[in-house]
């Protein structure tokens, strides 16, 4: 499935070249992304929880003129060759700031869900290979995702200063697992 991806990716950048019906492929792309059992996400520095070895996504603003962005892989050699270039490995060197979703766990749900309710406008697909920038509201459209139908956890004391009108819902990433670097 992941060489799928890399030949509509290949596709669209030669109908782009062409001025040909691009818009087709694209459409196509998003949802053979959407179809793959696990997608790599790169994890934020600043939310890592050592204790944990997880963090939540990272939203970057690097790409797109500023504009706030998810960096999503398809493949693990594309994610671990982002994280060796842009050095983000914790302190000990033994897992890198690259977590795994499977799809079954509806944490793709969530998580696309959530970046758009945070004003996430894009999807930097497979940066460090031949990369493609995607519009999160494309993406979503193009696989029929409502944001309004997410799932959301709250801890109990959260849920208890919700229902008492103490505290507005803080939308935040779930926790996503780094990936070792080494197996031993």
């Known amino acids: 499935m992941i060489e799928t991806i890399e030949i509509l990716k290949q596709k669209l950048n030669e109908e782009k070249n062409n001025k040909g019906d691009w818009k087709s ?28 070895k997880s963090s939540t996504p990272l939203i970057s603003t690097k790409d797109f003129g500023g504009a706030p962005s998810l960096y999503v892989f398809s493949d693990i050699e594309f994610a671990a060759s982002w994280m060796r270039y842009y050095k983000r490995v914790i302190e000990d060197i033994k897992y890198g700031l690259i977590g795994a979703v499977r799809k079954e766990e509806n944490d793709f749900l969530q998580i696309f869900s959530i970046a758009k309710h945070m004003n996430v406008q894009y999807i930097m697909l497979d940066e460090g290979g031949a990369y493609v920038g995607i519009s999160i509201d494309d993406f979503l459209e193009a696989n029929q995702i409502n944001t309004h139908s997410v799932q959301i956890q709250f801890s109990k004391e959260e849920m208890e200063q919700i ?3 103490k505290k507005q819902p803080t939308l935040k990433f779930n926790e996503v697992f780094l990936i070792p670097l080494t197996r031993s």
């Not at 492929?25 to 944990?52: D, W």
Request: glycine content about 0%.
């Open 163 to 165: 229902l008492e009108n």
């Open 25 to 52: 492929v694209y459409r196509e792309l998003l949802q053979e992304i959407y179809k793959q059992p696990v997608l790599f996400f790169a994890l934020s520095r600043s939310e890592f929880k050592k204790e944990r």
